[in-house]
């Protein structure tokens, strides 16, 4: 195992050379498993600003050796120190009952407008696009996969990720402070048209469903307003407090035998591994 004396690697801690090394040999190195620390080497790269995504196709694409891998990630690192703002409760006790009940809630006005626009700014000059320009939004681009764009370096979006109002609406939702942040990609969905159609699916698992589900939250930022029939987030309202009968419930066949996740949640805050 590499440690931080023999790369070059000045911007990272011990620490964060041993988890990017164990991921490295998780994904393309000498091991085919799953490392045990997989989590808390997560929190690693997130605490380094960069996003799981990312960090995944340069392995996968590239294919570097440990030393190549842990210098990329000293050049691509963004170190940010965490955000100390404490603030008043955002939730009301209405809202956290709507959450126990239904699964979800609408947090309003979670970041400003300017760092909203400043945020639809830089993706449109990621993607190439250009608002006024129809015909700009359905160009390909190599960081699409779908509606999902895996885009996560830059400071408007930095910006948003340091939001102490999103922060505290998580840390009642986990009711605790011990919460981190998870540093990943954006999304860019084009309404339908002749020669355009949604590709991403209408629902989907974003967690492991081996019983009992993990608590793990996600949170949808919108940067501009839309109507009812214009946003991607679709849900099934009260599910969480039926799955687990309901999964019981599936014929032997239809039943996961196991359901391996590795990933975090797709945008926010998670738990800090015990």
Sequence with gaps: ????????????????????????????????????????????????????????????????????????ANRHCQIHLANSTVIDDVLTEMDIDHWNEYGYIVLKDAVSKEECIAAREAIWEFLGADPSDPDSWYKPHPAKNGLMVVFTQHEALNAIRESARIRRAYEQLYGTTAIYKVIDKVSFNPPECDHYRFTGSPLHWDTSLVLPIPERFQGLLYLGDVTVEGGAFQCVPGFHRHINTWMESLPAGYRCAKVCVRYAPASGYTRQCR
């Design 1 to 72: 195992m590499f440690s931080e004396k023999i790369v070059d690697a000045p911007d990272l801690s011990a620490a964060q050379v041993q988890a990017l090394t164990r991921i490295w040999q998780s994904t393309i190195g000498v091991q085919d498993v799953v490392s045990p620390t997989w989590e808390s080497d997560l929190r690693h790269v997130y605490d380094l600003g960069l996003g799981l995504q990312e960090l995944l196709m340069y392995l996968y694409t590239s294919k570097p050796a440990l030393a190549e891998f842990i210098q990329w």
